[in-house]
């Protein structure tokens, strides 16, 4: 990458964090629907769900830090519209700038802001009651796993943000992103589930990210959990990153 490439998206990731730091119910409403998930199930569902741990915050957690990212990203693709809608990026075509750079700086702010709301949860399910065992390394695999995982989903959202015809529109895709971890091991074992439900359950990319995240927290063999969730991750990034692009390259051509 030049130079001019990276001083063009440090100067456009300003912009957008100063225009998050000026409307902070973003992030608010972003950790609002996690953080609610998070009460009901630990204090109105927790006492009659048996996952085998002691602490069922400790097990919920993993699956409400995906919802959050998934809950986040559908602000990614709706900054994206009203830049489109506002005629920001041909301004910025009209000028020396290096056309990847505006999609990056908004990728960029997409995970400064979800790892925000990311800690904020994180502190409320500390107060919550959970604990973790896990050492520096275990801490930052953990987070190692959820950049990328933000990455993945922000690049995704990058393409409704580019193609969608309303406002609505733009950030609807988010909805089934926010339904999967209730089809995986986030609030449950699967092995309560129905065959078929089971079955898609227990080979999608949420329960294996899931239960690497979770492994890490307590300090137990991750196996190959973890393999299975870095090549979800990085595969959902490469895919989405290839459509983006080209999706972006068609709209401004």
Not at 158 to 178: C, D, H, N, Q, R
Request: charged share 10%.
């Amino acid at each position: 990458m030049s130079k001019h490439f990276l001083g063009d998206t440090a100067v456009l990731l300003g912009r957008s964090l100063r225009h998050i730091a000026r409307s902070p119910d973003t992030i608010i409403t972003t950790v609002v629907m996690p953080i609610a998930f998070m009460l009901l199930f630990v204090y109105v569902f927790g006492g009659a769900i048996n996952t085998g741990s002691d602490s069922y915050v400790t097990y919920l957690l993993p699956g409400i830090l995906l919802i959050t990212v998934a809950s986040g990203i559908a602000y990614t693709a709706y900054r994206l519209f009203m830049d489109m809608k506002g005629g920001i990026f041909e301004r910025f075509q009209s000028m020396p700038t290096a056309r990847s750079s505006v999609l990056w700086a908004h990728v960029l702010t997409s995970l400064v802001a979800n790892l925000i709301s990311l800690a904020v949860v994180v502190l409320v399910a500390l107060l919550m009651g959970f604990r973790s065992t896990a050492g520096v390394s275990a801490w930052l695999a953990v987070a190692g796993i959820l950049i990328l995982f933000t990455l993945a989903l922000t690049w995704i959202a990058v393409i409704p943000g580019l193609t969608a015809k309303t406002m609505e529109g733009a950030s609807a895709f988010s909805y089934p992103l926010i339904f999967l971890p209730f089809l995986s091991s986030a609030f449950v074992p699967t092995g309560t589930m129905p065959g078929p439900v089971r079955a898609f359950a227990e080979h999608q990319p949420v329960t294996s990210i899931v239960n690497a995240i979770r492994a890490l927290f307590t300090q137990q063999p991750v196996g190959t959990d973890i393999w299975i969730a870095l090549a979800w991750c990085a595969g959902i990034l490469v895919i989405a990153y290839v459509l983006a692009m080209n999706t972006y390259r068609r709209r401004i051509s």
